[in-house]
């Protein structure tokens, strides 16, 4: 089921798009980010229950407006590039934009606008020029290979889910308690990395992956670990025109185990006050040969522990150098 919006009272008025009969389970994440001061959730919930009972979809005036209406927005695409006064630039493809942000270095990337358009609502700000990317088709593609997968720059938290859950199941949880599904269906995991926030949820679980990423300027790529790209607070390692194309995770080996735990003030809908990922080697004569631990938000950035460190709020490796011993990692 899909959740659109109007408004009513000034309150937001749901409208569901229901195209079989939804489970409560279904309607209430449907419902995530809204706020009922009326009639309350139980009569929204039966309500969405029943609606596939007064026709079909396909019948609905509203779906095919927008199905239309779509279909004219594509028919425009002509695959150039669209600037407008020298403060909007929509680039043609990934080329166009690694070209673009190279001679723009201090342009504002804009692609589900989940985090910079409360720049704009919130402060005030003035974002321009703007890039926009959300229409590049390219930077949403998700790979899957023996040993790994990798997520483009532009995918959506709701797209990469399915690939999510199928090969890390243990972040399912998690990825359902990032902010609503609305806000799931807009943002993307680059800006969730690449803004560099230390309570960003999808760090601290791909850090404790070991997970890399692939950063681009102009024709130019280079390859860093993850944990390597958060500097210091508002601080990332990543060049004036350079950008976060993709990121991939290795799949857990054999003998390794993995959990990630969110702390915060409401269960739904709340930023992280904690966000702990933990990944363990267990022999098989159960001894515990490597722990790796990452935490967000308990500092400037997102971090795991080196060998040596202190353990407190980063991570720690820890080798023992009895039967199954792995080392550090």
């Not at 309150?11 to 569901?16: A, D």
């Not at 001061?37 to 029943?50: E, L, N």
């Not at 974002?127 to 590049?136: A, S, T």
């Not at 070991?210 to 950063?215: F, N, P, S, T, Y």
Request: one cysteine or more.
């Amino acid at each position: 089921m899909r959740l659109l919006h109007a408004r009513l009272c000034d309150e937001p008025l749901w409208v569901v798009d229901a195209r079989s009969p939804a489970e409560p389970g279904a309607i209430e994440k449907a419902l995530q980010g809204n706020l009922c001061r009326c009639t309350g959730y139980a009569p929204i919930i039966r309500a969405a229950q029943a609606i596939s009972s007064y026709g079909a979809p396909e019948a609905d005036p509203l779906r095919a407006e927008r199905i239309a209406l779509k279909g004219k927005i594509k028919a425009i695409h002509d695959g150039r590039r669209v600037e407008i006064a020298d403060q909007i630039i929509v680039p043609a493809s990934p080329d166009d934009f690694a070209a673009v942000y190279e001679a723009n270095p201090g342009a504002t990337i804009v692609a589900g606008s989940t985090d910079v358009g409360l720049w704009v609502t919130k402060f005030m700000r003035r974002i321009g020029p703007v890039i926009f990317i959300g229409h590049l088709q390219e930077l949403k593609r998700i790979a899957e290979n023996d040993s790994e997968l990798r997520l483009y720059a532009g995918v959506s938290y709701s797209e990469a889910l399915p690939s999510i859950a199928a090969n890390f199941p243990q972040l399912g949880e998690l990825w359902d308690r990032i902010v609503g599904e609305q806000i799931r269906n807009m943002g993307t995991i680059g800006g969730n990395i690449a803004n560099g926030s230390p309570i960003g949820d999808t760090p601290p679980p791909l850090i404790a992956l070991g997970a890399k990423l692939h950063l681009r300027r102009g024709e130019h790529r280079r390859e860093i670990k993850l944990e390597d790209y958060f500097l210091a607070y508002g601080k990332q390692d990543r060049q004036p025109g350079e950008f976060v194309e993709s990121v991939t995770i290795p799949y857990l080996p054999a003998g390794e185990h993995f959990a990630t735990y969110k702390i915060s003030k409401r269960r739904e809908e709340d930023i992280s006050a904690l966000c702990g990922a933990f990944r363990i080697f267990v022999s098989d004569t159960g001894v515990v040969g490597m722990v790796r631990v990452a935490f967000g938000g308990m500092a400037a950035t997102p971090k795991r522990q080196g060998r040596g460190g202190r353990f407190g709020w980063q991570a720690m490796d820890i080798g023992n150098r009895g039967s199954g011993y792995r080392g550090f990692r």
